[in-house]
């Protein structure tokens, strides 16, 4: 596991993602990159799911149809301004609900059926990546499932990250705007905070060691959640006694 210093980086990316940042390069890459993860998402839940908490969920505009294969989708970021604009959006549905990470972590234990935490560990320590799935795990109900995606091996570049948005973009047909973005990238303030703080990466013995130590059966997925195929899904399962 590369480290990288502990409060001040997860501040300081929390303070970007709580603030107005321009992460996708057009609307159609936004809608798409969204499509592709709730897909992703609802193809790893079995029918008639119980609680599913899509955490650290950012927009997730992809919600009404992960709500759709479960009793209930509790969105939950560690951004307050996301957190807000959730509420606005998904204030009329029966089965979404918008919730901080404090409370998550007082919901009952064993009764969470999947706990789907998607692009996110990149941006915690070690140890609160550590902290945090031991703090989730005892939600989890027998059987239940931590869905830790888009894990960021140690051999991972930039350039393969750029190669899969193109790539991506190539698919999707919005080649053109993913060139200017890039390049709007390469001068924006998550290049700055990413040069400055850097990305937390972990092999996939490190994820399952976490997972293990946590007695938890950890695997690696076939596919990663979403379009780079570069990085890495592990399902962390609680088996039932
Ligand atoms: C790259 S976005 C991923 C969003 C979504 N999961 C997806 O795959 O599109 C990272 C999100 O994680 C949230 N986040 C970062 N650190 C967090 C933390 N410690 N607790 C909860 N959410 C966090 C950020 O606010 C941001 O919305």
């Known amino acids: 596991m590369r480290t990288i210093s502990g409060e001040e980086n997860a501040l300081n990316w929390l303070d970007f993602w709580n603030g107005n940042h321009s992460i996708y390069v057009c609307e159609k890459h936004r809608q798409r990159h969204h499509e592709r993860i709730g897909a992703d998402i609802v193809q790893r839940l079995p ?32 951004a307050p301004s996301v957190r807000d604009r959730l509420s606005e959006w998904h204030q009329d549905a029966a089965n979404i609900d918008v919730m901080s990470p404090e409370e998550v972590l007082r919901m009952d234990k064993g009764s969470v059926d999947c706990i789907i935490i998607n692009s996110v560990l990149q941006y915690l320590a070690p140890e609160d990546t ?10 989890l109900a027998p059987n239940g499932r931590i869905i830790v995606g888009d894990i960021i091996p140690p051999d991972h570049t930039v350039l393969a990250d750029a190669g899969a948005l193109l790539h991506f973009a190539w698919q999707e047909q919005f080649m053109t705007e993913a060139m200017i973005g890039l390049m709007r990238t390469f001068l924006s303030d998550y290049r700055k905070i990413r040069a400055t703080y850097g990305l937390t990466c972990y092999s996939a013995d490190d994820i399952t060691a976490i997972g293990t130590r946590l007695g938890l059966k950890t695997q690696r997925t076939a596919l ?14 609680r088996v039932a006694a």
């Open 47 to 78: 029918p008639e799911t119980g609680i599913v908490i899509d955490y650290g969920c950012g927009e997730a505009l992809s919600a009404p149809q992960v709500a759709s294969r479960c009793h209930r989708l509790i969105l939950s970021d560690g």
């Open 224 to 237: 990663n959640i979403g379009h780079d195929q570069g990085r890495m899904t592990f399902e962390l399962q």
């Open 130 to 139: 550590r902290n945090l799935l031991q703090d989730l795990s005892p939600l």
